[in-house]
């Protein structure tokens, strides 16, 4: 019905009553929704589910939204995000003059890596893998799998970048306050279930995208305990780059840091 870049104001508008996204296309429109696409943040799917449930971010999150005519109900889990590329990783210093893609804060990681971030839809990015447009891309490790990434893919790189990548389920909020409380309460009850549900899938589809890589040759790549020190200080300053873009923002990386401090200082 609409692109998915409009998607969101659709349902704002009610054209549309709900929308299932990543919420990484949107950040123009609700600034605080970049926050969920921060790299290098949550270690895993159990981590996040406890950050958005049991800390306040989906609250951070529904207020954000709400205030643009769209109610969040929920998150789901779809795997890690990370490097797969057709070239040898060996260490960061493999990433300079490479072309990435790369979305949103990803950009600014890519960047600083020395490499250059290209933005496209992930419907191009095979063709473009293929012809040799791009180098590699930061992506949910089971396209090996479902887009056949393992045919133009010679190296993937651990950690992942988002550990898991995040999709949301929208919907339209005069609709949403149409319902009864007890349908509301149902639908949020579900959505966490689901959220629950897909940490424990989202280790599964990355299991199993390592199996198809080692099936087909595929070298995986654990970068060293410097290599990721460094890259989750570059992560780290871009958080504070962005957070600077708008006070909801700015809220929501706090949240998340301080979160972050707590599972350290346990």
Not at 133 to 141: A, C, E, K, M, N
Request: with cysteine.
């Amino acid at each position: 019905m609409v692109k998915v870049k409009e998607a969101y104001t659709a349902v704002s508008k009610g054209m549309v009553d709900a929308l299932y996204a990543a919420s990484i296309y949107y950040g123009g429109i609700v600034p605080a929704a970049k926050s969920e696409f921060l790299p290098l943040t949550w270690a895993s799917p159990e981590d996040a589910y406890d950050l958005f449930y049991n800390f306040g971010y989906m609250e951070l999150l529904r207020e954000a939204n709400s205030a643009k005519g769209v109610w969040l109900l929920g998150t789901t889990f779809s795997g890690s995000m990370g490097f797969m590329t057709n070239f040898e990783v060996t260490g960061l210093d493999s990433f300079k003059g490479k072309k990435i893609r790369a979305m949103s804060v990803d950009a600014s990681l890519v960047r600083e890596l020395g490499a250059s971030p290209v933005a496209m839809p992930g419907t191009e990015m095979y063709a473009a893998m293929k012809r040799g447009t791009i180098d590699g891309v930061i992506y949910p490790y089971y396209i090996l799998n479902t887009y056949k990434f393992f045919e133009v893919t010679t190296c993937v790189t651990l950690p992942g970048i988002h550990t898991p990548n995040m999709v949301d389920l929208y919907m339209n909020q005069k609709l949403w306050k149409s319902l009864s409380p007890q349908v509301q309460q149902a639908l949020e009850r579900a959505c966490q279930e689901v959220c629950l549900l897909s940490a424990l899938w989202s280790e599964k589809w990355n299991n199993d995208a390592m199996i198809t890589a080692k099936k087909k040759n595929i070298k995986i790549m654990e970068l060293n305990e410097a290599d990721q020190a460094k890259l989750r200080t570059i992560a780290r300053a871009d958080w504070k780059k962005t957070a600077t873009q708008s006070p909801e923002l700015q809220k929501a990386v706090a949240l998340i840091e301080k979160f972050l401090d707590s599972k350290k200082a346990k």
